[in-house]
């Protein structure tokens, strides 16, 4: 079993940047492949981009809404996963979730993962 905690959320301007970090509890084969998901209310969780890291072997991936403004990286050391969010806009405000377990794909579907944390809120007004 992996334990996720997440954190960084807050409180931003428009154009505004932030950095969630997402903690595992230990590196295994369960966190080869971690990705982040945001819900906001009234929503369906969306995939915002996971990766899937072995060894020298990494994949990232990125839904369309936040290519080239989001950035996934990953400190193995730490066995912690970073999403870095720049030039934010309103419509990005939703809870931030952290999932693990995932296959041997950066999935974008949260049914294709086991573990979750219990999210961080990010607001931008």
Same mark, same amino acid.
């Given at each position: 079993?992996?334990?996720?905690?997440?954190?960084?959320?807050?409180?931003?301007?428009?154009?505004?940047?932030?950095?969630?970090?997402?903690?595992?509890?230990?590196?295994?084969?369960?966190?080869?492949?971690?990705?982040?998901?945001?819900?906001?209310?009234?929503?369906?969780?969306?995939?915002? %981009?996971? @990766? #899937?890291?072995?060894?020298?072997?990494?994949?990232? +991936? *990125?839904?369309?809404?936040?290519?080239?403004?989001?950035?996934?990286?990953?400190?193995?050391?730490?066995?912690?996963?970073?999403?870095?969010?720049?030039?934010?806009?309103?419509?990005?405000?939703?809870?931030?979730?952290?999932?693990?377990? %995932?296959? @041997? #794909?950066?999935?974008?579907?949260?049914?294709?993962? +086991? *573990?979750?944390?219990?999210?961080?809120?990010?607001?931008?007004?």
């Amino acid at each position: 079993h992996v334990q996720l905690v997440e954190s960084g959320g807050g409180s931003v301007q428009p154009g505004g940047s932030l950095t969630l970090s997402c903690a595992a509890s230990a590196y295994t084969d369960s966190t080869y492949c971690m990705g982040w998901f945001r819900q906001a209310p009234g929503k369906q969780r969306e995939g915002v %981009g996971a @990766r #899937y890291s072995e060894d020298r072997i990494s994949f990232t +991936r *990125y839904g369309d809404s936040v290519k080239g403004r989001f950035t996934i990286s990953r400190d193995n050391a730490k066995n912690t996963l970073y999403l870095q969010m720049t030039g934010l806009k309103p419509e990005v405000t939703a809870m931030y979730y952290c999932a693990a377990g %995932g296959g @041997r #794909y950066p999935s974008l579907f949260p049914n294709d993962y +086991r *573990y979750w944390g219990q999210g961080t809120q990010v607001t931008v007004s």
